[in-house]
């Protein structure tokens, strides 16, 4: 065992040695440019809200939203800085208002939608409406920022999120905007793994000057050489993270020796070839269509058989080094996820709150929603992060606990969706996924 983790550590040192700040030469600022791109007035989000049917007396509209677009210079992984992009939320008070920093899910096109058209900027601004700055970074290589997007990546996604709170921080003195000093970190599916990655690396001791309050990570893959990692052997609904993962880790750290492409059978082989040559314009719906629904399938046996059995197997130690499960936590954390999950499994967030939570009790964990699948999840999740960012911004002495009206809210909320879900999957003749399955039967 000593010598596989020696080894693990020997391609780790060698694919990339992260940064010593102390060695960097930083720019001057990191706000390269900003633009206002949309005023939104308190009735026009009003008619928004009554469109989308959110309800007003759980996220009510407390006040219009100017959205500004920034660029913006982040850390990449050979220590120099590249431009990077993201939108900020900016609530028209003249009250100081806490930031809020949402990590957005897996995507695979690069060009990125601006504005509440985007669900998940939605959130952004569900959180804006009730005087949060609502800051959303795009992760490196998307919306016309430099180089490509590092799926699943601890320390690009986490560089990515740090620097823009620090270009924002520089944006707001020049929109007369304060803040509180109130930080929250949030994020959903692959935003979780990262919101997670980020609240680790700030409290790295390289950040000092970004004080974190709270993060809330949701439906994250944590564990991805554990739990995460069963998923791509049996039948899955998102082929696509496998060769996602395969592809940006070989961009990055130079996995394998060759054609990067000849780990996968045909007609894979040439399908992926195509779809991840930049620009990238299909997203994963499309990439799922084209791919075998056990992952596995796709990859040439050799490939295969190294990752079952060989340990120190570069692919490997490369997914081990990503994972959050083993480090400890200063500031309070949050974990949501549903059982339901045939995505990103539950069990991931089980496993990071085993190993995460301290004697002081500032790790939580959320665990709803029997029949909530990935989507139909995340409405809750949401809330439950939302609800408790609120508790810190009130003083309260225990923000993990909810209010008896906001613990009602979530209460009836989830038990109708859990019971369409029901009827969804009885309808279309569909069973609960294997980790469900198997929670019922122990």
Sequence with gaps: ????????????AFSFSSPVKAQLKEPEKFLVSYELKYTYTQDSLDRFWKKSSIPQMVIPVRNAVDMYEITYKGLWLDSTFITAKGVVYVPKTTTASAEMVYCHGTRIGTAQSYGIQDLEQVVTMMHAVDNYIGVFPFYYGFAGGEKEHVYQDSWTEAMATIYMIKACRELYPQINKTTTGDLFLTGYSQGGHASMAT??????????????????PMSGAYDMTGEQSKSMFRNYTQPHYLPYLILSYQYAYNLWPGDIYEVFKEPYKSKMREVFAQPRTKDFGDVNAMLPPVPGDMLVPEVVEQFKSDTTFPFTCKLKENCLTTWVPKAPLQICACYGDDEVMYNN??????????ADNKVFLRLFGKHLSHNPCAPFAILHSKFFFDNFRKGKKHPERFSAGRKLILALGIDIANRQAKKYLKKNGKVEHDALASRKKK
Excluded: R
């Design 199 to 216: 609240h680790k690396y700030l409290e790295s001791g390289s950040f000092p000057e970004v004080k974190l309050t709270a993060s809330s």
């Design 349 to 358: 967030s089980e496993v990071a709150y085993a190993n995460l939570k301290t």
């Design 1 to 12: 065992m000593k010598n596989i983790l020696l080894f693990c550590l020997f391609v780790a």
